[in-house]
Structure formats: C-alpha cells, structure tokens
C-alpha cells in the first residue's frame, strides 16, 4: 500500500494565502481542522461534469499539481505545456484547462480553433507575472543580438517577444541547440543556473522565481535526508540552486513519474508541489512517498474545484483566447523549441 509522509505543520506556514492537502479524504490546514468533502457530493459533481463534457464535446485537462480530485475526473493529466499538444490533438471543441492562466494560453496557441476555457480566471501564476513585455525589451535593447530564451511559465505576450521556447524537461537541450554562446534567459533564475551547468555559455537571467519552490529550504532537506537515508531526494529545477544541490535527481514533473517508477527503491523524498502525489501513489502502490516540506502548495494551482469545471462548463466561460497578433509571434517560438528532436 501506498503512503505519504507529510512534515509536521507549523504557524511558520500561515503566510500562504491558501494551504490545502488532500493525500486521503481530508483538507488540512493550518490550524488543523479538517474540512472532510463526502464522497457522495463529489461523486453527483463527477457524473455531472461527464455529462457535460459529452455534450459540449469537450476534453478536460488536469494539470500535475491540481486538488487530487480534479486529476481523477480529467482526461488527460500532465506537465503544461504537454497539456496543450495533446488537446490540440484530439477532435475536442473545447478545452477545459485545469491549471493557471498561461497554460490555457499555450492551448489557445496552439489549438486556435477550439474554445479554451479556465475555469477559475484568477488562477495565475507569479513567476509569470514577474516579466512584462516592456521590461523584457528594455533588457534586450541592453544586449542586442542576444537570443531570448523563454521558460513555457510565462505569458503568451512574452514568448512572443522570445527566440524559442523551453520546458523543464527540455531546458539543457533547447540552450546547448544554439549557436549563440550568449543568451537572456526568463522568467526563472534557478531553472536557468540549473541549465547553466550543463553548457558554456554566457546566461544573462531573469530575476525571476517560482514562490513555491523557492519555498523549499535546504537545511530542511539535510535534516531529511539524515532521517531517511534510504530514500532518494527527487527535486524539480525550479527549486533554489542550494536544493538541487542535496538532490539525488533533477527532473520536471513527468520525470518524477518516470524515476520513482523505474528506481528499485522504495521511499522518496519530493521536492515539487504537492499535487503529484496523487499520481505517484496511484502509479506505485508499494512505495512511501515523503514531501519534502509543508509548504510546497501553490495557493493557484489550488484553487480550481469541481464546482468551478462544472460551472465553467455551464456558462462556457471564462473563455481564454489569445490575439492573432500575439499568438502568431508565440507558436514560432514554441515550433522553434518543438522542432529541436528528442532523444
């Protein structure tokens, strides 16, 4: 049987604007009081959701850190950006996107013709919002001729003003693919150290971060690493540098799936967003997964609930569409990231 180990939490967490677990039945919050959602509401809220989605000939997707059970229903889970080339894939009229607000524009890039809906319009993301057009173009006037490497966590506005795109996944490829040895890199600073390890090149980075990664503290890491010495630490790049440094692995979500699948053992330590548990318990019934911190929630990534796909559902908004203008500029640099081949 499967089992999460989850830090004691402490008043340390109240700053976050919303701290929510579901690892079983349960929310669990600060002051832990436990807000327990029956089964029998959530199963009425499914069935009517498929009802919808039938009708409204519809593909809902899930991103990797929403409420557990809005991955359950969704069909299709994953990293973002893989989110959107697999709905522009199917024959769907409509993409209800289960994530922060650039995701659905990324669907709405690549899969122009479709309806793309969010269904909770305020749910951002402010590693995103820590770059502006105008500021990007300011630090490009600065450097001409350096290429502009964009992170898929920004907005579409942004990867319009960027030479090519890349995932966490893809990020060391994307870079060490160009000819330049010299290039600008954004939103996200430690994804960009991370890459620079791996090349010679000159990086230029954006003082840009995810608040929840960020989070992670490396002296809480030793201390678990010391307590559980059989348990490989997996950490995603977007953690700070002093992290990834402690890590047993780096990787983006998807190859956290891949890794605790495949690794002979039995106990992790995960260093990303809470939400992955839910799949990784579900892939790996016979191991122990332990996060590596209470605070690893990202208050966005939480707020969609059931209520909110099916009302989204209902009303057919909010609707996500991005200008012609903005969107054209985008996909060339998300084609230019697409085209470089995989292994």
């Not at 954004?186 to 989070?215: M, Q, V």
Request: proline letters at 6%.
């Amino acid at each position: 049987m499967s089992s999460v180990l989850i830090p004691t939490l402490n008043w340390f967490d109240m700053h976050l604007n919303i701290v929510y677990y579901r690892f079983c039945l349960p929310y669990v919050l600060p002051n832990e009081l436990v807000l327990v959602v029956t089964n029998m509401t959530q199963e009425s809220l499914k069935a009517d959701i498929k009802a919808l989605l039938k009708e409204r000939k519809a593909v809902l997707l899930a991103h990797n850190y929403m409420r557990d059970e809005v991955q359950e229903i969704a069909d299709i889970t994953g990293d973002s950006l893989a989110l959107s080339i697999e709905a522009a894939k199917t024959d769907a009229e409509v993409i209800v996107f289960c994530g922060v607000h650039f995701m659905a524009e990324s669907a709405s890039i690549l899969a122009p013709e479709k309806t793309v809906l969010l269904p909770r319009l305020d749910a951002g993301c402010p590693m995103a919002d820590m770059v502006s057009v105008e500021a990007l173009k300011e630090m490009k006037s600065k450097l001409p001729g350096v290429p502009v490497v964009t992170y898929v966590n920004s907005s579409a506005a942004v990867k319009a003003e960027s030479d090519i795109c890349c995932t966490s996944a893809n990020a060391v490829k994307v870079v060490q693919s160009m000819s330049e040895m010299e290039i600008i890199f954004a939103p996200d600073r430690n994804l960009g150290s991370y890459i620079a390890r791996f090349t010679d090149k000159k990086f230029h980075l954006w003082e840009g971060y995810c608040p929840t990664h960020e989070r992670l503290r490396p002296e809480v890491v030793k201390e678990l690493k010391a307590a559980n010495p059989d348990a490989p630490f997996v950490c995603h790049p977007e953690c700070n540098p002093k992290v990834v440094e402690l890590a047993d692995h780096v990787c983006s979500t998807t190859g956290m799936y891949d890794y605790c699948k495949k690794s002979s053992a039995k106990r992790f330590i995960i260093g990303t967003e809470a939400g992955i548990l839910w799949r990784l318990k579900r892939e790996n019934p016979d191991k122990e997964f332990i996060l590596a911190s209470p605070a690893l929630i990202c208050p966005n990534m939480k707020l969609t609930s059931l209520e909110d796909v099916l009302e989204a559902l209902q009303q057919m908004k909010p609707v996500v569409k991005v200008p012609e203008e903005i969107r054209i500029p985008a996909k060339r640099a998300l084609d230019r990231m697409l085209a470089i081949p995989r292994d």
